[in-house]
């Protein structure tokens, strides 16, 4: 049977030069927060977020020295796990910086746009949603753990909306409850999203915010050639972007 594990991490920023300042994860009823020393400053702008500064971690070790690693590692990496994550390729890349690889991955994120067909939704972050959908939960936006009980619930609405959707066709295969994610239909969906890409449907930033970046492309197609050459350039993890520009500019 698979084992489904919540995790989130701060960090000292968004960037592939980043590390990671705190890890938070929940499994059934267990949860588990820590907290380390980065292998560089935390900036003011990274603390504003997370409200972790370099004063309260001075003493504490690097996640690689601590005796969590090679727990957290070895739980992570287990063949019947699957870690699930908001905005999965970035949490991904900072734990993968502390050894640690994961084999199966859920981006909600990713399965949130996924399930928007028609881009109805502004914006994707995990608190926004968490208001826009009326999610059940007391948690502190920008704690790991407070995240982390945000999208366990967030999870469970996504997952809910794919088995409704799929008892629309009597011909799919049925899912089980996430706390029985064994050989799950619903569960193979979410990691196969999630493996992939999103392809974007709105712009959510910039001169042309709301307008489909499909019309965009007739209108003014030099500024996603711009945008493009941006994204590739800048060291932030943008694959989502990167995919959609290349994808209308058929690069």
């Avoid at 990713?110 to 939960?137: C, F, M, S, T």
């Avoid at 493996?195 to 019309?215: A, Q």
């Avoid at 493009?228 to 350039?233: D, P, S």
Wanted: proline share 5%; aromatic share 8%; charged share 30%.
């Amino acid at each position: 049977m698979s084992k489904l594990i919540f995790f989130d991490t701060e960090t000292t920023g968004n960037t592939e030069k980043d590390f990671l300042v705190q890890i938070a994860y929940k499994i059934n009823d267990e949860t588990f927060v820590g907290l380390y020393k980065p292998e560089i400053k935390i900036p003011p702008e990274a603390s504003a977020v997370h409200h972790i500064t370099n004063k309260m971690v001075a003493e504490k070790p690097t996640f690689k020295e601590s005796t969590d690693q090679p727990i957290i590692k070895k739980l992570f990496e287990e063949e019947n796990s699957i870690v699930v994550a908001h905005n999965a390729p970035f949490d991904l890349m900072i734990v993968k910086k502390e050894d640690i690889n994961p084999s199966k991955f859920i981006c909600t994120l990713r399965v949130a746009r996924e399930l928007d067909k028609e881009g109805k939704i502004d914006r994707y972050n995990l608190q926004y949603l968490r208001y826009l959908l009326d999610l059940d939960v007391e948690a502190t936006a920008h704690d790991a753990l407070g995240d982390v009980l945000v999208l366990e619930k967030l999870f469970e609405r996504l997952y809910n909306k794919i088995q409704e959707e799929t008892k629309k066709d009597p011909l799919a295969p049925r899912g089980t409850p996430p706390s029985q994610a064994g050989e799950d239909s619903v569960i193979a969906k979410m990691i196969e999203i999630s493996s992939h890409p999103s392809l974007l449907r709105t712009f959510n930033f910039g001169k042309h915010l709301g307008k489909k970046i499909e019309d965009v492309l007739m209108t003014d197609r030099g500024y996603l050639e711009w945008l493009l050459a941006q994204k590739l350039e800048s060291d932030q993890i943008d694959e989502d972007w990167i995919y959609t520009l290349k994808h209308h500019l058929k690069k």
